[in-house]
């Protein structure tokens, strides 16, 4: 795929844009790509390729209501510059990976409707001192929010299956 090849690109914006196929994996060629919107592609699918981790600028990924499944790559503990991972609306499984840790810039994590995604949420949130939202409901997601988040964070979850000390508003599922 071509696109491996704009080094230079810091804005990929491709929101409805009638994709067909998966995101290559030559994406991880742009060493330069700061922000990626690609949203509302309903032929888009496939899993998120482990490639993304070499996007090491990378400041914000957002891939939204496209048909993504699989789990989200360890990689992604690679990208310490990332301020907003919001993949809301496909169907995404497994576990948040416990990398995400690793993302002390990230101040916005956004899975929400991803039916599949389940397992604990990990503790490792609990390094993320710059996170304000938090949006987890429509997941199968069970354990705890780190009471350490509950000054900074909105999380938006649901109380049922997930425990919150500090959560003001539940989404009842």
């Known amino acids: ?18 994709l067909r196929g998966t995101i290559p994996t030559e994406m991880g060629r742009l060493s330069s790509l700061k922000s990626l919107k690609i949203g509302v592609n ?25 048909n993504l499944e699989g789990s989200i790559p360890t990689e992604i503990g690679h990208l310490t510059t990332l301020k907003d991972v919001v993949l809301w609306d496909n169907k995404l ?27 604990r949420v990990p503790t490792e949130l609990a390094n993320l001192s710059d996170l304000e939202l938090l949006v987890l409901y429509g997941t199968r997601m069970s354990g705890s929010i780190p009471s350490s988040l509950c ?5 938006e979850i649901d109380c049922d299956v997930i425990e919150c000390t500090c959560c003001k508003d539940c989404i009842i599922q």
């Open 1 to 18: 795929a071509e696109i491996g090849l704009l080094k230079s690109l810091a804005h990929l914006n491709l929101w409805s844009s009638n």
């Open 42 to 66: 309903a032929t888009l699918e496939g899993t998120l390729p482990t490639e993304m981790g070499l996007l090491t600028s990378l400041e914000q990924v957002v891939l939204c209501s496209n």
């Open 93 to 119: 499984e497994g576990t948040i990976p416990t990398e995400i840790g690793f993302l002390t810039s990230l101040t916005a994590l956004q899975l929400y409707n991803n039916a599949n995604m389940s397992g």
């Open 151 to 155: 000054s900074s964070v909105t999380p």
